[in-house]
């Protein structure tokens, strides 16, 4: 089957690949193939949905391996940061630095390879401007209908105190 061949080849591109195949193992995720409006996505039931587009191809293309890499990273990380555009500059810097391991380039495409190669040098943080430079490279590679500008920047942290004690709580 195509999806079991994908991940024997996720686990044998490196550390990057191995650590994504061990945490879907680990943590009972299935990659299954489902259709829809992006190339994958992860699902708060535990699957890691791509596109069936993919199963055309061969399962050892960089791509789809690394559409993996990028949605297991954001089970790591979890729901509110991975819904935001911190949690996705992340994911795409390790799913574009997955797939320059593999190629030595980010993209075939000279003018989509100079957006990430762009995207790539901006360092990962909190940095407003950082995320919002990056949101517009994002939008600017996956095209209009990519809805970035609809997360938070990054998840806000605020304290309150507790009505009934002086404990501080979390609100996330």
């Not at 055309?56 to 960089?62: A, F, I, Q, R, T």
């Not at 790591?76 to 819904?83: C, E, K, R, S, V």
């Not at 609809?150 to 605020?158: A, E, Q, S, V």
Request: charged share 15%; glycine share 6%; aromatic share 10%.
């Amino acid at each position: 089957m195509w999806l079991d061949q994908l991940l024997i080849e996720l686990n044998r591109c490196g550390t990057k690949g191995q650590s994504a195949v061990r945490f879907l193992n680990e943590n009972g995720i299935h990659v299954i193939l489902h259709d829809q409006p992006t190339a994958a996505r992860w699902t708060l039931n535990g699957q890691i949905q791509l596109h069936p587009r993919y199963a055309l191809g061969l399962p050892s293309e960089p791509y789809p391996l690394s559409l993996v890499v990028h949605e297991v990273k954001h089970l790591q990380q979890g729901l509110f940061t991975a819904l935001s555009v911190y949690g996705e500059v992340e994911a795409w810097q390790l799913q574009f630095s997955f797939i320059k391991t593999l190629t030595g380039r980010y993209h075939s495409n000279s003018h989509s390879d100079a957006i990430l190669i762009e995207l790539m040098s901006l360092e990962w943080g909190m940095d407003r401007s950082v995320l919002h430079r990056a949101s517009i490279l994002m939008k600017a590679y996956a095209g209009k209908n990519y809805l970035i500008n609809l997360l938070p920047l990054y998840l806000c942290r605020k304290k309150f105190n507790s009505i009934s004690s002086e404990n501080r709580v979390d609100i996330f």
